[in-house]
């Protein structure tokens, strides 16, 4: 059992946790992944670390209160217990001296991305950040990413705050010379920011989030076509070359289970669960 | 109990186990085989010739005695029969359901040079299940030596590995990465072939012997082997990390919906409980027609699996031949009873989806059978012009698994072969001191009889290697 030590809506519907989990704490770096098993009948749930502490002992990360999993996650208080954690997962990020870095995060990858951006500038880097919502309301930790970074932007896909959509990204990357893009959010923003950026021949990464059942190489669920190759996002990832990735194929991927995942939501909903015992 | 007498002409057939009627268990996850009642068990102990020279011994992996407790099991002596089975293996309720008998000790035994063999798997599947429903005892455990082992995976391998150096008196931990013990005996293996209860109380056990079980815990990412025996005091470490990665076939189509590996079909069945969606969490989705690719025991699994599930039609699909099919026989014919179709000397081409990315047609082609390969099996040869095209709306690839990378990619200096898996000698020892390996991580995917072998090994020589230290 691993105890919840902070429960915060950072946006709607956003929720970030802290949680006791000293040696995925001790072991955690920039880019990798946990599974989160709310209790017994519960999936394994893969959610990108957005911050940790050895001394502390604690983990954290952020999720989107979407689906049953994840809204059961929610209701948890401070104090409470998940059932499981185990981590962390998936190869760390690349974290050198590159020079000028572009960032681009979108919804609840902010939070991991913050945690890219400092280890970025601890490594002597030059970040811009770029941050985006669907709407203004969904965007969190501004003003630390605009401390973190040596340029800031906004984006909303509504263009109720900074920038409508990320064309503009055209803009910023015609006027400096960038060494690295780092892309981290919707695998339809991470398609877009990776087209944008391929023109320009910067080398782009992005951290996909496939479904995964085990997330440690067993079960080939979050396999990926990349440069024409299946990969496992898991134990191959779950950074990628964004020039690389067949985006599309991945789309429909995450989609498979889309009516079990409404179904499963609906009930809980409704009942708080299915509630036949497992016959 | 009395001791039934021995007939005085040994019968040819085997007494046959009870099983579930095909009809009915086609349609529920409850165990097929159902064991032998204690008349049944003594009638098929009489069989046994008791051989001067006993052939089975060798023929048995773990080399258990097998002469000996069936002697023991007729004259009633339950207790001393299963203790006698218990010298060399640990694990007898769960051997007794799934060794392949008839390839080890029963493929020596005497009495099947005429008629059938004794039926060894299903005696100690008696005892086991006696033993079981009476209440383990806990058997003598040394005094404590003041060693730490760390075992990496509580699958098969490292279960017996476990259980054999907690009874010397070492202090062992086993880390095991998901969140249940068992390895594939729990995400593997379904419950009609292996009942759940049965592998936990086999753990349970385990844990009685004094051994701790970390779960959740993957070693490589959260401690790497070095950190283990350099900070985390422990002074031998045993890797049973299995077979890992689904292989697939390259073929196009392949990342279409609905096509699952059988590692992924079976954990989301076995380990993850999707057969209860949404009263569990795990969804799966079975269509109407379910193809299985391989001829395997893994195929098997994942067939019969989807036909409980519902499925209208399960049809495997196998590029060799009936003759070749590497699956248990038993299983085979199981699978054929409950109704489970055999395709032949076929493979698949290429996969078609339908506009949302689910798969619903396959394209085959036919194969027929040329010289032996590598394998001593005849290859099979793609026919010009056979091409075919099936229906599907599910399709489970089990084709095989290669060695999961993570410990090899995380520890410097241990030995790897260029399929991945780990350098051992025959005592499990590999190119790191105090580092030992066993199952299917050394040898690639086999029994898991063949894993406990390794383990029992393995253990007898990290024993060895602490004491000396």
Redesign the interface.
Known sequence: MYKILKNEEVAPKIKLFEVYAPEVAEKAKPGQFIIVIVDEKGERVPLTIADYDAKKGTISFVFNEVGKSTKQLGLLKEGDSVWNITGPLGNPSEIKLFGLVLCVAGGVMIAPMRLQVKALRDAGNSVVTVIGARIKDLLFYEDEMKALSDEFYVATDDGSKGFKGLDFLKDVLAKEKFDRCVVMGPVVMMKNVSEITKPFGIPTVVTLTPIMVDGMGMCGVCRVTVGGKMMFGCVDGPEFDGHKVDFDGLIKRQRMFLPEERLSSLLWELHGGCHCGGK | MAESKPKPKIKKEAVPIPKQKPEERRRNFNEVALGYTEEQALEEANRCLQCPKPQCISGCPVEIEIPAFIKLLREGKYEEAIAKIKEKNSLPAICGRVCPQEEQCQMKCVVGKVGEPVSIGRLERFLADWERKRGFKIPEIAKPTGKRVAVIGAGPAGLTVAADLAKLGHKVVIFE???LPGGVLV?GIPEFRLPKSIVQAEVDYIQRLGVELK????VG???TIPELLKERGFEAVFIGTGA???A?M?VPG?????I??A??FL??VNL??SY????????I?IGKHVVVIGGGNVAMDSARSALRLGAEEVCIVYRRSREELPARKEEIENAEEEGIICKFLAAPLRFIGDE???VKQMECICMELGPPDDSGRRRPVPVKGSEFVMDVDTVIVAIGRTP???IQRTTEGLQVTKWGTIVADENGKTSLEGVYAGGDIVTGEATVISAMGAGKKAARAIHEYLMKK
């Not at chain 2, 779960?215 to 993957?218: A, I």
């Open positions: 990465a998901l969140h995400y779960l959740g815990f993957l990412r959260t401690y890992g990665l689904p697939f390259n392949e990342d279409l919906g609905g699952y590996s590692n992924e954990i989301r993850m409980k209860a969606f949404p009263c569990y969490d795990t969804p989705r949302k990315g689910w999961n990378p993570i």
